[in-house]
C-alpha cells in the first residue's frame, strides 16, 4: 500500500522561503507531483517530476520560483520535495503530494489523473 506524507508547512512573509516533504513508500511511481488547493479553489498543479530521466513540470505561477525534486527515485522508498522561494499570499493552500503512473507525467499534468495522495500540509504567507 502506497504511503506519502507531506511535512515542512508553516508560515512565512512575503518574500520568504519553505520546503517541503514528501515521503513515499509502499510502492514505485515513477510520476509525482505537488498540488495545492485554497479555500474555495480547486485543487491545482504545482509541480510533476518524472523519476526517470527528472524532467519536470511546472504551472506557470511557480515557476522560476519553485524547485520540485527527488531523493531515491528508483526507489519504492523515496522522498519528493518542493522548494518554495519568493512566496507570496497566493501561495497559501493546502499542499499535497501525489503519485501517477508514467503516462501522466506530462506538462499538463492534472490532479485527476493522480490516485495515490498524501493528508496535506498547510502553507500560510502573510504580505
Known amino acids: 500500500q502506497v504511503q506519502l506524507v507531506e511535512s515542512g508547512g508553516g508560515s512565512v512573509q512575503a518574500g520568504g522561503s519553505l520546503k517541503l516533504a514528501c515521503a513515499a513508500s509502499?510502492?514505485?511511481?515513477?510520476?509525482m507531483g505537488w498540488f495545492r488547493q485554497a479555500p474555495g479553489k480547486e485543487r491545482e498543479g504545482v509541480a510533476a517530476?518524472?523519476?526517470?530521466?527528472?524532467?519536470?513540470?511546472?504551472?506557470d505561477n511557480v515557476r522560476g520560483r519553485f524547485t520540485i525534486s527527488q531523493d531515491n527515485a528508483n526507489n519504492a522508498k523515496n522522498t519528493l520535495f518542493l522548494q518554495m522561494n519568493s512566496l507570496k499570499p497566493e501561495d497559501t493552500a493546502m499542499y499535497y503530494c501525489?503519485?501517477?503512473?508514467?503516462?501522466?507525467?506530462?506538462?499538463?499534468?492534472?490532479?485527476?489523473?493522480?490516485?495515490?495522495w498524501g493528508q496535506g500540509t498547510q502553507v500560510t504567507v502573510s504580505s
Open positions: 501525489a503519485a501517477a503512473l508514467p503516462s501522466f507525467c506530462t506538462p499538463r499534468f492534472s490532479h485527476n489523473d493522480f490516485t495515490s
Open positions: 509502499g510502492y514505485m511511481y515513477h510520476c
Open positions: 517530476i518524472y523519476a526517470v530521466g527528472g524532467r519536470r513540470y511546472y504551472s
